[in-house]
């Protein structure tokens, strides 16, 4: 057997590989990105960024209907986007296996809230599995789509942060190719069809499956008992199971790798074990909730953080009530907050929108440091595409007395994602004021993806890139109120801002510059 180091996402990409997967739609979000990045580069797979999370879920659902394995992936935020067919994917089932990767985020290194996914899981009434290394990382992803073919089910998939961007020791297996489903769609209307009347049947199979997958889970080999001191238990999963050996390697552990359903005949038998009961989970209580509504006297966020990261030192102190003491470091290591990048084509607009005091709605992306000095030019941020539609809910808000003073700004993939129907909504509403599309021709928060408007897919092939102007025109806009000017161009960006603004009409601006730092990836790789 071959051993390798991998990322936790490098080997989630191998799991699904090895398990036959055959098909991969997802979404580019830091922590997730990497793993269909990696999946594509394996031969017999077909793989797609989608526009958006909730596509790149029905698209995948599409091919697990038709008996393909497939893998589809995104970080938390995205599976709000994705809400809406996740949770009618548990009442049409799969044909194939198919696996769903949310990679949270706990501290927020790259997002806008911290949020618990497994909260979906229990919501959507699907099973979770969520690995704590590499080598489970891999292990898990291909028992998820053995779990998902035996109980006709999505399977979720928790990673977080430290899983995905942290590396261990994997050994890696042959693919399987022998036993997989027939890829052939078979109609079947009850199944695939979710009108009221069949819908209200899938419902029961929902439920009745659930209970299934949870004396399943009393079984799985996953769910185990290590066995230690038994004056302190403790109740963990994940990355933080590895806190929790580091801070007490003798104590007796229950280390849960499938989070939901619950198996409550272990929880049961393990508490019994030991006089004291920790439970110990990253962001909210999840585990403890379900284990106290068992009638069963355990400690958790009593004693731990429902914020942030934990560590070995945090699950001490929660323990024992001793802080650590801080190592004597002789030097100050100086802040280094993010900033755009020099020579940014995105330094130009929020220059100018600075100077010119305007209201400024931001959205995800690279650009929304502009909020940060010297430019402080972005007053809201909420989600993917919100630029848009915020800018338009403050100018209802204000009705006559609403002066365009208000400039939406977003970036190209993000406007691909979910500013297009912002864009319908302006237009279909009238509303009037400015929309700046922040062309750099790159999904650069993430790492350089292609997206719609690039013209190039997730393998390097060359496909369409939406046009703008088509597209303002589509939606009712005249083409004199659509405009693209060159980044570097100052004067040109500042003439045009002035001008849209002063029409009172509805107005897109693209503002078009190359990122520098995709422009150098571009320039060695064509070396």
């Not at 989608?50 to 995948?60: I, Q, R, T």
């Amino acid at each position: 057997m071959e051993k390798m180091v991998l990322f936790g996402n490098e080997a989630i990409a191998r799991g699904a590989w090895e398990a036959g997967a055959t098909v991969g739609t997802g979404y580019p979000g830091t922590p997730s990105t990497e793993i269909l990045e990696s999946f594509v580069t394996y031969p017999e797979v077909s793989t797609e960024w989608s526009v958006n999370e909730k596509v790149a879920l029905e698209v995948g659902l599409g091919a697990a209907m038709t008996g393909a394995r497939t893998l589809v992936t995104m970080k938390h935020v995205g599976v709000n986007v994705a809400s809406d067919p996740l949770f009618t994917s548990a009442y049409t089932g799969i044909k194939g296996g198919m696996v769903i990767v949310t990679a949270d985020d706990p501290e927020l290194h790259s997002s806008q809230n911290e949020q618990d996914n497994r909260n979906y899981a229990r919501a959507a009434k699907l099973p979770m599995l969520e690995p704590g290394d590499s080598q489970e990382a891999k292990d898990f992803t291909k028992m998820a789509f053995s779990i998902s073919e035996q109980f006709d089910t999505p399977v979720f998939l928790r990673s977080t942060t430290r899983i995905s961007h942290s590396q261990t020791i994997v050994n890696v297996e042959d693919r399987v190719t022998e036993g997989l489903p027939e890829v052939k769609f078979v109609k079947n209307l009850k199944k695939f069809v979710m009108i009221p009347a069949f819908a209200r049947a899938r419902h029961h199979v929902v439920e009745e499956r659930l209970l299934k997958i949870a004396e399943y889970a009393e079984t799985l080999e996953i769910n185990r008992i290590e066995e230690g001191d038994t004056k302190r238990g403790f109740i963990t999963s994940g990355i933080v199971y590895n806190y929790v050996k580091e801070a007490f390697p003798d104590a007796a552990v229950l280390k849960l790798g499938m989070v939901h359903p619950l198996p409550e005949k272990l929880i049961r038998k393990f508490c019994e074990q030991v006089d004291e009961v920790f439970i110990v989970e990253e962001l909210d209580p999840f585990f403890e909730l379900q284990i106290k509504a068992m009638g069963i006297e355990v400690k958790g966020k009593a004693c731990f953080p429902i914020t942030g990261e934990l560590s070995p030192d945090l699950i001490t102190q929660g323990v024992t009530g001793e802080k650590p003491g801080k190592p004597d470091i002789a030097i100050e290591v100086p802040p280094r907050p993010p900033a755009l990048c020099p020579g940014c084509p995105h330094r130009t607009v929020f220059t100018l929108l600075h100077d010119m005091d305007m209201i400024v709605t931001g959205d995800i992306g690279c650009y929304t440091l502009g909020v940060l000095p010297p430019f402080s030019a972005i007053d809201t941020c909420v989600d993917m595409g919100a630029s848009i539609t915020v800018s338009q809910g403050i100018e209802m808000a204000m009705g006559k007395d609403f002066k365009n003073d208000t400039v939406a700004v977003i970036g190209d993939s993000t406007f691909a994602h979910s500013g297009i129907t912002g864009l319908l909504n302006a237009a279909y509403n009238k509303r009037t004021s400015l929309i700046i599309v922040l062309d750099n021709g790159t999904t650069a928060m993430t790492g350089m993806q292609p997206n719609p408007l690039s013209g190039e897919m997730i393998s390097g092939e060359s496909t369409v890139a939406l046009d703008y102007v088509k597209l303002g025109e589509a939606v009712g806009m005249s083409t004199n109120d659509i405009k693209m000017v060159n980044a570097f161009k100052k004067e040109e960006v500042e003439e045009a801002m002035k001008e849209m603004i002063a029409a009172q009409r509805l107005s897109l601006l693209v503002i078009k510059g190359p990122c520098i730092l995709d422009k150098k990836h571009k320039k060695k790789k064509n070396q």
